[in-house]
T-cell receptor, first 113, second 115 residues
Framework: DAKTTQPTSMDCAEGRAANLPCNHS???????VYWYRQIHSQGPQYIIH???NNETNEMASLIITEDRKSSTLILPHATLRDTAVYYC??????????????FGKGTKLTVNP | NAGVMQNPRHLVRRRGQEARLRCSPM?????VYWYRQLPEEGLKFMVY????????ESGMPKERFSAEFPKEGPSILRIQQVVRGDSAAYFC?????????????FGNGTRLTVT
């Protein structure tokens, strides 16, 4: 089961910042938070990941709270092409050391003109 | 710098036939993951392989499904005696290593239709 909780859907106006929240209250000390998105039926696209510090790349920023129990993905200037399902994932380590990603239902972000 | 390549993009099989899905990981990546996405549903993990080894197959159906990642060549997901319920998008991902700090990069999938 996914270890994160996200809103089912969100709307954002084109050109504005999109802030997508994620709760991961059971995260353990060595687990990273990953963000992916899936546009229509394409393959999931990696966006960003982090452990405890805030991270920024050319696509987005990731803000992780000090207690690491929640995070926010920020798309600074959303465009229509950012409409997608966004997945927040805590990387799961099960017995045997399989560091697979477990996808939940994600947040359906709709960017409106 | 090519990403993860999957082929074919679309595959149509009749019930009872075999389906073979191929995945070439990104250059330098030796870890491969397969996921399945049924229509209108989420992505479900199937299997995780390293070169010549299956590391985690906890998501694989017990029958008819198998996966391999040989020393040379692409990873193969094989579905024998396909049924209509196997119709789905199958995504492959690769990573550089198995650390938490190594992102998975996905291909654009193979869409299997069983008629």
């Amino acid at each position: 089961d996914a270890k994160t909780t996200q809103p089912t859907s969100m709307d954002c106006a084109e050109g504005r910042a999109a802030n997508l929240p994620c709760n991961h209250s059971t995260i353990s000390g060595n687990e990273y938070v990953y963000w992916y998105r899936q546009i229509h039926s394409q393959g999931p696209q990696y966006i960003i990941h982090g452990l405890k510090n805030n991270e920024t790349n050319e696509m987005a920023s990731l803000i992780i709270t000090e207690d690491r129990k929640s995070s926010t993905l920020i798309l600074p200037h959303a465009t229509l092409r950012d409409t997608a399902v966004y997945y927040c994932i805590v990387r799961d380590r099960t017995q045997g050391g399989s560091e697979k990603l477990v996808f939940g239902k994600g947040t359906k972000l709709t960017v409106n003109p | 710098n090519a990403g993860v390549m999957q082929n074919p993009r679309h595959l149509v099989r009749r019930r009872g036939q075999e389906a073979r899905l191929r995945c070439s990981p990104m250059k330098g990546h030796s870890h491969v993951y397969w996921y399945r996405q049924l229509p209108e549903e989420g992505l479900k993990f199937m299997v995780y392989l390293q070169k010549e080894n299956i590391i985690d197959e906890s998501g694989m159906p017990k029958e008819r499904f198998s996966a391999e990642f040989p020393k040379e060549g692409p990873s193969i997901l094989r579905i024998q005696q396909v049924v209509r319920g196997d119709s789905a998008a199958y995504f492959c991902a690769s990573s550089l290593d198995s650390s938490y700090n190594s992102p998975l990069h996905f291909g654009n999938g193979t869409r299997l239709t069983v008629t």
